[in-house]
């Protein structure tokens, strides 16, 4: 018996040895696994911040052609929806690239050209100035409080041949000049990152299924079922603000253009769509059809002017104070004030581009706050079985 009892005594001290010894293996393999998770984790942070930081003075460019994708996303499924196109996708997204690239060149590249031909003909008349001088128009002493001062801007620039020869030697120093090069510089550089923002869209048609499909897999992996509806709210906002801008600004741009064709001002078509392009940004439009209304002023036509500039006031306000907040509050479902807010907000934080991003971030934002309210209000599971009881 003695010698069961021993046997078995140290049978127990071997299973438990053996016990202890499985344990401690389990947690070393714990502690070894949540070491590689870890390590994953902080490697695949440096390499995304890595990549940030590569990519960080393109994000921008990459962010436009995100916007302009999801913007004409339905016109590029559309296009597929034909048999012929169906079986040619690298040239329709190549057309409908192209197609976008010169809705948006055409218009830049008009007002560039005029520009440059109005310098050309500027400098023409400084010429002629050097050897006459420019004597001022007869409006321009009759401007309402500023009118004697400008008169003496323009007689000390350019009324006598000596002022204009100050003039041009002032425009011809080494400061203008270098101007002239930024200014230049500046240009080319936009121009390449719209070619990028293009080309980055062209892969974004040729491939934009698989993406989507991988966004929304990537936010229903990390945020649950609400991810999915998040990225698909976050879509519908963007979309939403793209025609809201695009529309309301074509919309003022028509009306506005009615009013310069009315008050007597050349070329309105073209003074419309130039409004047009400027109301896209909140309350931009001011800058135009208030000019047109100071000239109209300054030709002695004060009742045209006085009327066009408050018939401008009124479109501009109605416009971006109420229509266009609606247009894409009611699309997304969105309070008109944080509409409002995202729109100004936006574009005071990221430029342009805040136009978009805003009013997004802010959907997202209230329809998380929306769950959390939601969620709040469900009862407890105990409170419910108290109440069966």
């Known amino acids: 018996m003695f010698q069961s009892a021993v046997g078995w005594y ?3 001290n071997a299973n438990t040895g053996i016990l202890a010894l ?18 994953r984790i902080v490697g695949g942070l440096i390499l995304l911040l890595l990549g940030l930081w590569i990519l960080h003075s393109y994000l921008g460019l990459l962010i436009w052609a995100v916007v302009l994708a999801i913007t004409t996303w339905p016109v590029y499924r559309r296009l597929l929806s034909f048999e012929q196109c169906r079986a040619n996708t690298v040239w329709v997204a190549l057309a409908l690239t192209l197609l976008i690239g010169v809705i948006i060149l055409a218009p830049l590249g008009y007002g560039l050209s005029r520009l440059l031909q109005e310098a050309q003909s500027l400098g023409q008349v400084l010429i002629e100035a050097q050897h006459t001088g420019l004597s001022p128009p007869a409006w321009l002493e009759t401007l309402p409080w500023v009118g004697s001062w400008a008169k003496d801007i323009w007689m000390t620039t350019v009324g006598t041949p000596e002022a204009a020869n100050e003039t041009l030697r002032w425009l011809g120093t080494g400061a203008t000049v ?5 200014l230049a510089s500046q240009i080319l550089h936009r121009f390449f990152g719209f070619l990028i923002t293009l080309l980055v869209l062209f892969f974004i048609y040729r491939h934009g299924e698989s993406l989507g499909r991988q966004v929304l897999a990537s936010s229903c992996k990390v945020f649950g079922d609400t991810g999915v509806r998040y990225a698909v709210h976050a879509m519908a906002a963007v979309r939403a603000t793209v025609n809201g801008l695009v529309l309301v600004g074509l919309g003022e741009g028509l009306l506005l253009g009615v009013g310069y064709a009315f008050a007597g001002l050349g070329h309105p078509a073209m003074l419309g769509a130039l409004t047009g392009v400027f109301a896209m940004i909140p309350f931009a439009a001011k800058l135009i059809f208030g000019a047109c209304a100071l000239v109209l002023v300054a030709q002695d036509q004060v009742t045209a002017g006085s009327a066009l500039f408050v018939y401008g006031v ?17 699309a997304v479902k969105l309070p008109f004030l944080w509409t409002l807010l995202g729109i100004f907000g ?44």
């Open 346 to 389: 936006g574009l005071e934080n990221f430029g342009l581009l805040g136009l978009f991003l805003g009013p997004t971030l802010m959907a997202v934002l209230i329809s998380i706050w929306r769950d959390w309210i939601a969620d709040v209000a469900k009862p407890e599971p105990a409170v419910l079985e108290t109440e069966g009881r």
């Open 10 to 12: 140290y049978g127990c």
């Open 314 to 330: 009124i479109v501009i306000l109605l416009a971006d104070n109420y229509v266009r907040p609606s247009l894409i509050g009611n």
């Open 22 to 39: 499985v344990i401690q293996l389990t947690t070393i393999d714990t502690m070894t696994t949540n070491l590689d998770v870890r390590a």
């Open 178 to 182: 270098a101007y002239t090069k930024e």
